[in-house]
Nanobody, 123 residues
Framework: QVQLVESGGDSVQAGGSLRLSCAAS????????MGWFRQAPGKEREGVAR????????FYADSVKGRFTISLDNAKSTVYLQMNSLKPEDTAMYYC????????????????WGQGTQVTVSS
């Protein structure tokens, strides 16, 4: 059972930056793909970004392309989400997730979840 622990959530003003971290208890075949979802109040959980440990391929939601960067430190079993040019609409609970495959990247099929970290962006 892979355990994921997030950190880095905070309150920032629009235009600011944050870096989220997610440490995995172990990296296994079932956690090949690691990434992030977010969920705002009253909205469905949506995929933000994910990356494959084996291929190094990364994928982003259109809403964050060019602003967010996902990276993986295999030695530390940690995935990061660098978020720049933050907007109020980025406000949400951010969840780290891991799954064997990067496609599809769907909240209903992901194998492992972190507890979430809150990001609040004020205008």
């Amino acid at each position: 059972q892979v355990q994921l622990v997030e950190s880095g959530g905070d309150s920032v003003q629009a235009g600011g930056s944050l870096r989220l971290s997610c440490a995995a208890s172990e990296l296994t075949l079932s956690s090949n793909c690691m990434g992030w979802f977010r969920q705002a109040p009253g909205k469905e959980r949506e995929g933000v970004a994910r990356t494959s440990r084996f291929t190094s391929a990364s994928f982003y939601a259109d809403s964050v392309k060019g602003r967010f960067t996902i990276s993986l430190d295999n030695a530390k079993s940690t995935v990061y989400l660098q978020m720049n040019s933050l907007k109020p609409e980025d406000t949400a609970m951010y969840y780290c997730a891991a799954h064997r495959f990067c496609t599809p990247w769907d909240a209903s099929t992901v194998s492992y979840w972190g507890q979430g970290t809150q990001v609040t962006v004020s205008s």
